[in-house]
């Protein structure tokens, strides 16, 4: 009996406790819905605090995309380019005709305002405009332009600006991770990513009325449409390994692949065109064709990449180092090629006077010579565009440093004898110092060459007189 009593009582308090741990439970689960707190965020926070909740990612040490983005950003600017009829004209009939615009991208790589882009975002181009990353804007000049590599230099008149610094693309590999920044359909500092696909592509799509042109592309999966030419392709230390040139598509936009210049050949072009105007260019002199399986059976070669040397032209520098017919080159200054797109890039890097080592094969033996480059005239000096101090009925100077002070000018060039031709129609008088051409600045002689080799059409000529006075001038050019 007693027994019985206790069994009862001890499942009486098994329930009872039941019960208020059921209760408890439900209160602090299924029944809190009064909302009774004023955030939101503060509710999140304090619920994943409560359950130990990490809400932060991390990636892996080398895969963070944030620090190169925020380094390179600043340095990429968007280049907007006008076509057609000058914008500063004077002549009434042609500022009526709207021109056309279009626009790129392009990478600061100084500090004082020199800036990469490619040769097709600016060919023929009357007026350049640079938007910086912080909506600054400059008007450009063209410092000089390659076709053959699709490469152009310009220059603003700034400085302590951000660039983007060298890197090496040489040591770029298949599967690494890059970044693309340019303004792809007027998008402004447009960050994106992919892996290097692969290196030393050619897509056929340049073309140089000598035949120069040299195609060794890093492709890229990183999405590149429309304005991103110009652009930067670095890796994830934020270093410049490539100019973005070009995607594959069969529809105008991204497909899948783009392709970039590889840094070694902008490093080289780009203090070619600062130091002369033109590109210093070094040729072997010899017609090439890649070699594959089919060439390797038909000549009995004992290798089946390489270059294969299909003629040699006379005097030059493939002749003189004594390379013939037959030869199948596979290294430059002891860097394998396998194919026409290496070699060009690897002697490409070489002026015109400078000697490269070739190691080719010859009778099934592998053997090496050093080659004098030559240009395409068959010379092995450097040659720098000529600077013309008269130009269409015109005679200039510079100006000195004191006088330029005295107008409060930083550069300028003087008029110094005016003949009958287009400058004396516009109403310019001799003495005039022009300061700046289509809102470009005008530091020296040299710089009116520059400027004026890329323009054409109506052109607006600003400047000063010794006595002060300001002066605007038309041009048709």
Known sequence: MRRSVLLILLVAVVASIGGIVGSIITLRFLNNDTGNYNSISERQQLVLTANRIDSSFRVPKGLDFLNAAKEVTSGVVHIRTAYGAGEFSLNPLQTFEHPVHSSGSGVIISDDGYIATNNHVIEDATNIEVVMNNNLRFYAKVVGTDPSTDLALLKIKSRNLPFVRYGDSDRV???????AIGNPF????TVTAGIVSAKARNIGILRDRNNYQIESFIQTDAAVNPGNSGGALVNLKGELVGINTAIATSTGSYQGYSFAIPVSIVKKVMDDLLEFGKVQRGLLGIEIADVNALIAESFNLPVNQGVLVNGVRDESAAEEAGLKPGDVIIGIDEHPVSSVSELQEWVARNRPGEHIKV??????KEEQVNAKLKNSEGKDVLEK???????????????????LAKLMLEGGVRV????EGKWQKSGMREGFVISHVDKVPVDNVEDLNRILEYKKG??????????GQKGTYGLEW
């Open 186 to 189: 007027d998008l402004n500092s």
């Open 385 to 403: 565009k000529e600077i013309s101090h008269s130009i269409a009925g015109a005679d200039f100077e510079d100006v000195p440093y004191r006088e």
């Open 458 to 467: 109506g052109i607006l000529i600003e400047g000063v007189y010794a006595s």
């Open 359 to 364: 190691t080719f094969i010859r009778n099934g």
């Open 173 to 179: 590999v298949p599967g690494e991770w890059v970044l």
């Open 416 to 419: 110094k004898n005016l003949e």
